[in-house]
């Protein structure tokens, strides 16, 4: 299966802060992603998880139960897909100290995206839940930990005394902090490999990562989404890496959710112009370099953000990305065989419209979404004031809210639908309301008097 592909793993990334899908779509979509070459999963669960006990205050409101956890890995099994699940340790925690129970655990008091590293109940927290998702996938080989993106480190007040001693920086203790997150995966689960994110070790000198000890613990993901990373600066970051003494290394590319915070369609040339290059580096070093890939799918930017690409938009482009990892390039052969995973007639990669309906799971939102991204806005702004467009409008958005509740749970169908429909049918719905309004007085100006029975 793994055809001229440099990457032994291929995991398809799963950001359910937003938008999270049902079981049922999930059943329905894991055969699609193995058939299209992956082997492996990233579930980033965030507050979908079913924490229990004292962090029960984390789960969002429609999160998975225990059972629904269970029957995820099953039909992950099923499909021959590995699954690396993801907990947020240090940056990127808004979902957990979002909580006033939890806000005093916060590096500074305004933020809450950073946890204070200083406070002996930040890793009690961030171990309480480690440990409650590593109890529901026993035995897997990797748990990412996240650590990117570490935003305000070193402004907190404790910070700011501690690195007022000498030889006290920022990156140690960064260092630190992730050395025991990672400590305490390895003593409690020994089989188990962390995993992080790579933005936080880049610009930390070799000497000082070798002297951590951090890279006999965990494995660096390097991840870049842009259509034109630098490849000898990335292989440069290898080299760097392995020098440190990190046995192997990570890379993460996107699918979808890294062009724009509330972009709504995938831009697919962009994302295979990513992995064409991530390619190039793999090319780059030695063979036993690279563990494998993430193709990240974001859903948010973060936990506040709006909604990015729904899953369904963005399946096309991971088809294109993921067939060309394992073809080792975008060929017309594989395009015609992404065309025909995907039952497209004709698949378009520099627009947004293909030629013919597709038939994989949740295609008809793609479709409809489609027609909304490229037609909505645009004919409310021609300001055709007409009763058959707001009716027209109105029943494709009745649709789409169909075939959006048959994928995701309804704060997400209402969230989506608020932030790309509804505006525009609320403008619409009230120009129709204005002209009528305005029209009255006319209408009655027009009308004839009462009859008196006289002649004028």
């Known amino acids: 299966m793994s055809g001229s592909s440099p990457f032994e793993m291929r995991l398809v990334h799963l950001d359910l802060k937003g938008a999270p899908p049902k079981v049922s779509y999930l059943a329905?979509?894991?055969?699609?992603?193995?058939?299209?070459?992956?082997?492996?999963?990233?579930?980033?669960?965030?507050?979908?998880?079913?924490?229990?006990?004292?962090?029960?205050?984390?789960?969002?409101?429609?999160?998975?139960?225990?059972?629904?956890?269970?029957?995820?890995?099953?039909?992950?099994?099923?499909?021959?897909?590995?699954?690396?699940?993801?907990?947020?340790?240090?940056?990127?925690?808004?979902?957990v100290l979002k909580h006033e129970s939890l806000a005093h655990l916060r590096e500074v008091a305004f933020f809450p995206n950073t946890l204070n590293p200083h406070e002996a109940e930040s890793l009690a927290l961030v171990r309480a839940m480690v440990d409650q998702v590593m109890e529901l996938h026993p035995g897997s080989r990797w748990l990412h930990v996240g650590c990117d993106e570490v935003y305000y480190l070193g402004e907190g007040e404790a910070s700011r005394q501690w690195l007022q001693e000498e030889q006290n920086t920022k990156a140690?203790?960064?260092?630190?902090?992730?050395?025991?997150?990672?400590?305490?995966?390895?003593?409690?689960?020994?089989?188990?490999?962390?995993?992080?994110?790579?933005?936080?070790?880049?610009?930390?000198?070799?000497?000082?990562?070798?002297?951590?000890?951090?890279?006999?613990?965990?494995?660096?993901?390097?991840?870049?989404?842009?259509?034109?990373?630098?490849?000898?600066?990335?292989?440069?970051?290898?080299?760097?890496?392995r020098k440190c003494g990190f046995r192997r290394l990570w890379a993460a590319s996107a699918f979808k959710g890294a062009t724009g915070a509330s972009q709504a369609l995938t831009p697919i040339e962009h994302h295979l112009r990513n992995h064409m290059q991530w390619l190039q580096v793999a090319a780059c070093g030695p063979a036993d370099v690279l563990q494998g890939i993430v193709l990240t799918g974001w859903q948010r930017y973060d936990h506040f953000s709006v909604l990015c690409e729904l899953l369904p938009v963005g399946i096309p482009s991971l088809a294109v990305c993921l067939q060309s990892l394992l073809q080792g390039g975008f060929a017309e052969d594989v395009k015609t065989r992404v065309e025909n995973f995907l039952g497209i007639p004709s698949l378009e990669i520099t627009s947004f419209s293909s030629d013919g309906a597709a038939s994989f799971p949740g295609s008809d939102i793609l479709a409809l979404v489609t027609q909304v991204g490229l037609h909505l806005r645009g004919s409310v702004d021609e300001m055709l004031h007409t009763d058959s467009l707001l009716a027209r409008w109105s029943a494709l958005a009745g649709e789409l809210e169909a075939a959006l509740c048959r994928i995701f749970y309804p704060d997400a169908v209402e969230e989506w639908l608020e932030e790309n429909v509804q505006p525009s049918l609320r403008q619409l719905q009230q120009l129709l309301q204005d002209l009528s309004e305005a029209a009255r007085p006319w209408s009655l100006l027009a009308s004839p008097g009462p009859d008196t029975g006289q002649d004028p």
């Open 28 to 95: 329905e979509i894991f055969p699609l992603f193995r058939a299209l070459g992956a082997n492996g999963l990233l579930i980033e669960y965030e507050d979908m998880f079913p924490y229990e006990g004292h962090l029960k205050l984390l789960r969002a409101q429609h999160a998975y139960s225990p059972s629904e956890i269970k029957e995820i890995l099953h039909l992950a099994t099923l499909n021959e897909l590995a699954v690396v699940p993801l907990v947020q340790t240090f940056g990127h925690m808004e979902f």
């Open 172 to 241: 140690k203790l960064c260092l630190s902090h992730v050395k025991a997150v990672a400590s305490h995966v390895l003593a409690r689960h020994p089989a188990t490999t962390p995993l992080v994110w790579d933005d936080m070790l880049r610009d930390i000198p070799e000497d000082q990562l070798s002297a951590s000890g951090v890279p006999q613990l965990v494995e660096p993901m390097l991840w870049d989404y842009t259509a034109n990373l630098d490849v000898q600066g990335k292989a440069l970051l290898m080299e760097k890496y």
